[in-house]
């Protein structure tokens, strides 16, 4: 199969064939393809622990899935995958791979090592801007997290900021504090630790 053009109406397709060629995650974020390496064990550590203390506290109704594609509503092409997404139950059961955004309870972003802060900031606009409820973004790099909730008008108008050790909060309807004590932190860049002059 001859590789595709991305142009306006197909990047979805081509962010599947980069995806099938690569194995790298690729979204469609502001029409443009955004490819993530795979996780690193520690970036998969804060997903895994996310889901085990969220899993066991959520009502019947919804799950907390993997690797699910939120859409932006009335766009043929934006689509992201964040590391976990809270959302009705009854998803697992769908033939489709794109949730609409007004289901999705809560959208988690864990940091890469190497993201860029434009890249983060981006993305949280992306999740406002298609009305996702709230959004949780942990760094592994600072040991921070932070918790956006209140979307309007392309814009999360709460924020609650804090360190690994603090319990977050989430919203209703799921209603219960998350533990961050045990999250790990990523440990320094070695091509960086070996560049560094002696001090």
């Not at 053009?5 to 955004?34: F, H, I, K, M, Y």
């Not at 043929?76 to 809270?86: K, Q």
Request: proline fraction near 10%; aromatic fraction near 6%; include cysteine.
């Amino acid at each position: 199969m001859p590789a595709m053009r991305p142009r306006p109406g197909n990047l979805r397709d081509v962010a599947q064939q980069v995806e099938e060629s690569t194995g790298l995650r690729v979204e469609v974020l502001g029409g443009s393809l955004v490819m993530s390496p795979t996780p690193r064990g520690k970036h998969a550590g804060v997903i895994y622990q996310l889901e085990e203390a969220i899993r066991p506290a959520l009502p019947a109704t919804l799950v907390a899935a993997e690797v699910a594609s939120i859409e932006m509503p009335d766009d043929p092409d934006d689509y992201s995958t964040p590391d976990l997404t809270v959302c009705p139950a009854d998803f697992l059961g769908s033939d489709d791979w794109l949730i609409d955004p007004r289901d999705v309870e809560l959208a988690v972003e864990v940091i890469s090592k190497s993201e860029k802060a434009r890249g983060i900031a981006d993305k949280k606009d992306w999740y406002a801007l298609a009305g996702v409820k709230s959004l949780l973004v942990v760094d592994p790099r600072h040991g921070t997290w932070a918790l956006h909730t209140r979307p309007k008008e392309g814009v999360y108008r709460g924020a609650l900021h804090g360190e690994y050790g603090e319990e977050i909060p989430l919203p209703a309807p799921l209603s219960f504090d998350v533990a961050t004590d045990r999250f790990p932190l990523y440990g320094p860049n070695r091509n960086a630790t070996a560049a560094a002059p002696d001090s």
